[in-house]
C-alpha cells in the first residue's frame, strides 16, 4: 500500500464553525506533514510529526491544530477559519530517512464562508 | 532562507517534442531534490527523487539531473503527450525530521494535440 488518503475531499465550513481533516497512510511512515495551497501558489509547510513529535510553523495561526494519534493517522482540528484560509489541505508522509521521499495525498478542498 | 525558481513559468508545445524544465535554489545544503507533477485541484504525484550525492534519475520519459554545487537541477521529458500536461513543481528538502519541503512556484506545461 503506497496511498495517502484524506477525507473529505471537499468541505465548506462557516467562520464559526469547528471541523476536522483527516489524513491515513500504512506505508509504516514516522514522519506525516499538514501542506497548504492557496490557488495558483506551490504548497506552503504548515506542521510536522516526526516519531509523534510536532514541529511548528510559528507563522501558522492558532486557529489550525494538528494531532498524530498514532503514527498512521494525522488530524487537522480547524476553529473560527476566516475566509482567507480557504484552501486545498495536502497531507504527506515520508520514512523519514536521509532520502526522505514525501508522498502526497489527493487533498482537501477547504472553502470558508 | 531556502528559495526554489522553476524557469519557465508556463509552456506549451507541439505533441512530440523533447522538452527541458528548469529549477534552481539558492542553498546548496540539500538532502534531496523531488519532481511532482499537479493536475488542476488535484494532489501532487512524485515523479522522480534524486538524492544530493547523486547525478540523476530517470523514470520512463523522464530524466532529471542535479548539480548540487551549482544549485541547478533540470527535468527532461522526451516525446512529449497530450496526457504530459500539467504543472510541474520541483521541491527541496533541506532540513532533518522537522523540515518539510521548500518548492518553486511551478511550470505550467501545456501540450498541444
Known amino acids: 500500500d503506497t496511498e495517502v488518503t484524506q477525507t473529505p475531499k471537499h468541505l465548506v465550513m462557516g467562520m464559526t464553525n469547528k471541523k476536522s481533516l483527516k489524513c491515513e497512510q500504512h506505508?509504516?511512515?514516522?514522519?506525516m506533514y499538514w501542506y497548504k495551497q492557496k490557488a495558483k501558489k506551490p504548497p506552503e509547510l504548515m506542521f510536522v510529526y516526526s516519531y509523534e513529535k510536532l514541529s511548528i510553523n510559528e507563522s501558522v495561526p492558532s486557529r489550525f491544530s494538528p494531532e498524530c494519534p498514532n503514527s498512521s493517522l494525522l488530524n487537522l482540528h480547524l476553529h473560527a477559519l476566516q475566509p482567507e484560509d480557504s484552501a486545498l489541505y495536502l497531507c504527506?508522509?515520508?520514512?523519514?530517512?536521509?532520502?526522505?521521499?514525501?508522498?502526497f495525498g489527493p487533498g482537501t478542498r477547504l472553502t470558508v464562508l | 532562507k531556502q528559495e526554489v525558481t522553476q524557469i519557465p513559468a508556463a509552456l506549451s508545445v507541439p505533441e512530440g517534442e523533447n522538452l527541458v524544465l528548469n529549477c534552481s535554489f539558492t542553498d546548496s545544503a540539500i538532502y534531496n531534490l523531488q519532481w511532482f507533477r499537479q493536475d488542476p485541484g488535484k494532489g501532487l504525484t512524485s515523479l522522480l527523487l534524486i538524492q544530493s550525492s547523486q547525478r540523476e534519475q530517470t523514470s520512463g520519459r523522464l530524466n532529471a539531473s542535479l548539480d548540487k554545487s551549482s544549485g541547478r537541477s533540470t527535468l527532461y521529458i522526451a516525446a512529449s503527450q497530450p496526457g504530459d500536461s500539467a504543472t510541474y513543481l520541483c521541491?527541496?528538502?533541506?532540513?532533518?525530521?522537522?523540515?518539510?519541503?521548500?518548492f518553486g512556484k511551478g511550470t505550467h506545461l501545456i501540450i498541444q494535440p
Open positions: 506505508m509504516g511512515h514516522r514522519a
Open positions: 504527506a508522509s515520508s520514512l523519514p530517512s536521509s532520502a526522505n521521499e514525501q508522498f
Open positions: 521541491a527541496v528538502f533541506s532540513g532533518g525530521g522537522a523540515d518539510g519541503l521548500t
